[in-house]
């Protein structure tokens, strides 16, 4: 849960740190210029001409120092501790272990130069570099914090958590996630079996049902995962609790037993101290998670910027066609039932959501989703939309600001999930998206439980490259109009 999200941050401060460590030589050649400038002092061998092309210069002498110097520094970092729970170091504790690291750091960088007999080094530029190096880790380093601080402040990426447990570990684990909100973390509430305690307080947190309550709550809530910390004895009682998790996509961890589930992997990871057993329906690691998301800001942010005029131009031909607002504006469902508002060109009369009672025997998909060929309620212009799929050109904002990917299961109302079978809710773990497997393969031609079923096998068999394959049979889809209405 928090460990491979810091192993995975970790990953990328090793690779930032080696890129800061780099432009550190670049300052420190520039700032050794200018002090030998104003200072009179003898030129340096290999460069110094205040240019980068004199930069350059310098570094093809002495690129070994330029390869060896920040794999060295990031290597003695990682051996002391740096990158290890560096969310949970105070600033003075943060600031001199960088410090020592920084001098061991020192002291092999040296011992570099002598190996490699670099006679000519100069020992201005080297302590130049030294300080330089620590002071841009430094700052980095409390950039990185305080950036972290600021999107958990403000809600994004964070963890709804609902704790089964109330005794005395439980308690230590509740008091671990609220001294360390920097983690992501939020709890939404607690649950225990004894009557008494119900809407009852424990560590600030109120007990909000029993055992029984769980399939209920996590159906109704947004909580993305349910942690048992419970005594030994409530093993056997768990288990429908578990199963109710696994049914609708949610993420659980427990410390004790395997329980036969069909669909969750399980996997061992540690929590500031305490082991957890993960059950997780959803399969796929941090760095993979975050390809996807830098995949869907670069398309959606291109598609935007190349599809300005056009959509500008829709906007204008909406507004002389028929009467009403130029988007359709709509809540849906993400990522385990996140609501959003989710955006599309209206292609319907600005009163379709009235005339749709009137209209509910004509629905020819079963399921609590309505379709319907030769809807009266869509303008002329809007078949066209439709036809071409323009319509869906406005959910790249939503992709944009994180509610929906470009590839995942369509993002669906909030009254067609309420009425979603208990199975067919797992769609929700995956954050919705524009195209999924659906509408490729046939959109309106599919009936409802085999849309639920394809949407769940691709979260099952999820892959960056199976979402590639998704996105080029859009493009044909959507040349050749396959399935729309």
């Not at 409390?142 to 403000?154: A, E, M, T």
Request: with cysteine; proline share 3%; hydrophobic share 50%.
């Amino acid at each position: 849960m928090v460990s491979e999200k810091e192993k995975f941050i970790g990953g990328i401060m090793k690779l930032v740190d080696i890129i800061v460590i780099a432009l550190a030589f670049l300052v420190a050649y520039f700032v050794d210029v200018r002090i030998r400038t104003l200072a009179q002092l003898n030129i340096k061998a290999y460069g110094d001409v205040p240019t980068l092309a004199g930069f350059f210069y310098f570094v093809s002498n002495y690129w070994q120092i330029l390869v060896g110097f920040p794999l060295i520094w990031v290597s003695i970092y990682a051996l002391n501790g740096v990158y290890r729970g560096f969310r949970l170091q105070t600033n003075r504790k943060m600031t001199w272990n960088l410090f020592v690291s920084s001098v061991w750091a020192t002291l092999a960088s040296g011992s570099l130069i002598f190996l490699l007999k670099l006679e000519l080094y100069s020992r201005l530029y080297f302590s130049i570099f030294i300080l330089t190096a620590f002071l841009l880790i430094l700052a980095e380093k409390r950039l990185f914090l305080y950036i972290l601080d600021i999107i958990h402040s403000k809600g994004y990426n964070q963890e709804n958590l609902l704790i089964v447990g109330t005794g005395k570990r439980a308690r230590d684990f509740i008091r671990a996630v609220h001294m360390h909100r920097t983690w992501g973390l939020r709890i939404v509430g607690l649950i225990d079996d004894e009557h008494g305690l119900y809407g009852k307080e424990v560590e600030g947190y109120r007990v909000i049902g029993r055992l029984q309550d769980i399939p209920f709550l996590v159906n109704r809530l947004v909580i993305d995962r349910v942690i048992f910390v419970v005594p030994r004895l409530w093993l056997h009682r768990i288990e429908d609790a578990l199963q109710a998790c696994e049914e609708v996509g949610v993420s659980s961890s427990i410390s004790l037993d395997l329980y036969n589930l069909h669909i969750a992997q399980t996997r061992q990871t540690d929590f500031n101290g305490y082991p957890l057993l993960e059950f997780e329906t959803f399969h796929a690691q941090e760095w993979q998670l975050f390809i996807k998301r830098v995949i869907d800001i670069v398309i959606s942010a291109v598609m935007l910027l190349l599809f300005s005029p056009l959509m500008v131009l829709v906007a204008i031909l909406i507004k002389i066609t028929s009467r009403g607002p130029v988007f359709f504006k709509q809540i849906r469902c993400g990522l385990n039932g996140r609501k959003f508002i989710f955006y599309k060109f209206r292609s319907m009369v600005a009163n379709a959501d009235e005339l749709k009672s009137g209209l509910m025997q004509h629905n020819e998909m079963d399921g609590p989703v309505f379709k319907m060929k030769r809807d009266p309620r869509i303008t002329p212009f809007g078949h066209f939309l439709r036809r071409t799929s323009i319509d869906e050109l406005p959910q790249l904002f939503n992709v944009l600001k994180g509610d929906m990917s470009i590839v995942g299961p369509r993002p669906p109302l909030v009254n067609e999930v309420e009425n979603y079978q208990i199975w067919q809710r797992r769609r929700l773990s995956l954050k919705p998206g524009i195209t999924c497997i659906w509408q490729v393969s046939g959109r309106n031609k599919i009936g409802f439980d085999q849309w639920m079923k394809m949407d769940l096998d691709y979260i099952d068999h999820w892959s960056l490259l199976l979402d590639v394959k998704i996105l080029i049979r859009t493009i044909f889809v959507v040349l050749i109009g396959y399935g729309a209405e």
